[in-house]
């Protein structure tokens, strides 16, 4: 069995996630700011203008307090013009750094579906798997609900990069990758591992509803360049158990599956060991 690849390290996605929450939180209470102190303003300037112009209008006067009274309007309206145009600049800020944070919030999702997608077959990867193992036990140990892992492992995996060459072996990887994906349920999970191993976590699944999903797996075929050769495979598999920890999990669907490799070594179509 092929060991699997150490990941790389990554920016941690609850970080990212926090820093981009805070910045949402500064923007919208920037726009509130912005909004309350508009509000503010024009009706300081309405009031303004009420008491400039009710004098006028009940004395008949032309002046108060020295100023004409259409400078003093002329004075006011402007005033409310520039308010309004540092307004609509603030407005157009508070946009520009919603766009920002959107965009680097949408970078931020693609860079955590990186890290969990293996990009060859488009199977979720083992960090990923480590995550959703942990939390089906968790449900398995709290409700009581059945759950059982499969490790599956391609056999004569690498006659095939030496004969046909790595194009050929990615190909059967995919081509594997694809038949877990039609033989499991919906709510299953397929995982590439690393190398030539996978991984299926099947919640509410017992050793009888496997045998099904493994029936629909079945023997397969890949054709590469006018030539056919068989899909060799073999399977190990862990029912839970009160008390059991994901490692130990893994660590017996491991143990089965290397007994699954030793007992039908160089069979076109392996017979899955139960532990």
Not at 233 to 239: A, P
Request: hydrophobic share 45%; net charge neutral.
């Amino acid at each position: 069995m092929n060991t699997h690849p150490s990941q790389p390290n990554l920016p941690s996605a609850g970080a990212r996630d926090q820093e981009i929450e805070d910045n949402l939180q500064k923007i919208e209470q920037r726009d509130w700011w912005v909004w309350a102190n508009s509000i503010f303003v024009m009706l300081l300037l309405t009031g303004a203008l009420i008491s400039f112009a009710l004098p006028s209008l009940i004395q008949g006067a032309t002046t108060f307090f020295r100023i004409k009274f259409t400078e003093a309007v002329f004075g006011l309206v402007s005033l409310v013009v520039v308010f309004n145009v540092y307004t609509i600049y603030q407005q157009v800020l508070i946009k520009r750094l919603r766009r920002q944070l959107a965009e680097k919030q949408n970078h931020s999702m693609i860079l955590r579906s990186l890290a969990m997608i293996d990009a060859l077959t488009g199977l979720y990867n083992r960090r990923f798997a480590e995550q959703r193992l942990a939390a089906e036990v968790a449900r398995s140990a709290r409700k009581g609900h059945p759950l059982t892992i499969v490790l599956l492992d391609l056999n004569e995996f690498k006659p095939i990069n030496d004969t046909y060459g790595h194009a050929a072996g990615d190909v059967v990887l995919q081509e594997f990758a694809a038949a877990l994906n039609r033989a499991v349920r919906g709510g299953d999970l397929v995982v590439r591992m690393g190398g030539d191993e996978f991984l299926l976590i099947l919640p509410e699944c017992n050793h009888a509803q496997l045998q099904l999903v493994l029936d629909r797996l079945g023997p397969l075929e890949v054709v590469w360049e006018d030539r056919s050769f068989s899909i060799k495979y073999s399977v190990g598999w862990k029912e839970y158990a009160s008390g059991d920890q994901p490692e130990t999990m893994l660590a017996a669907a491991d143990q089965a599956l290397y007994a699954s490799k030793r007992a039908t070594k160089n069979l076109p179509l392996s017979d899955s060991v139960p532990v």
